[in-house]
């Protein structure tokens, strides 16, 4: 079984491009620890600015994490931490032609979908910002959905003709 062209470039790209958005945005968060006046290449504005989101609560844990265990708690990572594991799960498990890894690219994009969601909602209500590493971290997560269930499809289909 032999997947299209484009649904391995895209997921390549897409990947990387993740990847390189959520390293990116974890060497800003430690930056801005070490250093207060640190200005980030995102940083265009009072209301334009990746580091005053990254430092925010929500930029750990998701802002939830806190609530059930301490904040310098190995739970409490900052969110680009759970980006580069989720990004590197998904180009790995890409490689996969099983149903059960298609299954599993596909739910684990819902739940990054849903998170994309509800961190833009706080970016937009709550912190009043806007975070262009952000916003690119939520449309690649979008598209990543759009190709696994594409992906999840195509082997549902080839796995009905061979019955």
């Known amino acids: 079984m032999v997947f ?22 974890l060497h800003v968060e430690l930056s801005r620890e070490r250093n207060p006046d640190y200005r980030a290449l995102c940083d265009l504005g009072a209301s334009v600015s990746c580091s005053k989101v990254f430092a925010s609560r929500w930029g750990r844990g998701f802002g939830l994490v806190h609530l059930f265990a301490a904040k310098d708690s190995p739970l409490n990572q900052p969110n680009s931490v759970l980006g580069i594991i989720f990004y590197t799960l998904q180009m790995g498990l890409g490689l996969s032609l099983s149903k059960k890894a298609a299954l599993f690219l596909v739910f684990s994009s819902w739940v990054s979908v849903a998170g994309s ?9 709550v912190l009043g910002d806007f975070c262009m590493v952000c916003v690119s971290t939520y449309v690649v997560n979008f598209a990543l ?11 549902e289909g080839m796995k009905e003709k061979v019955r």
């Open 4 to 25: 299209p062209t484009w649904e391995r470039k895209a997921r390549t790209f897409l990947c990387l491009f993740g990847l390189f958005l959520s390293v990116y945005a």
């Open 117 to 125: 969601l509800y961190l833009a909602s706080i970016l937009a209500f």
């Open 145 to 155: 959905l759009f190709t696994n269930v594409k992906r999840k499809r195509a082997i």
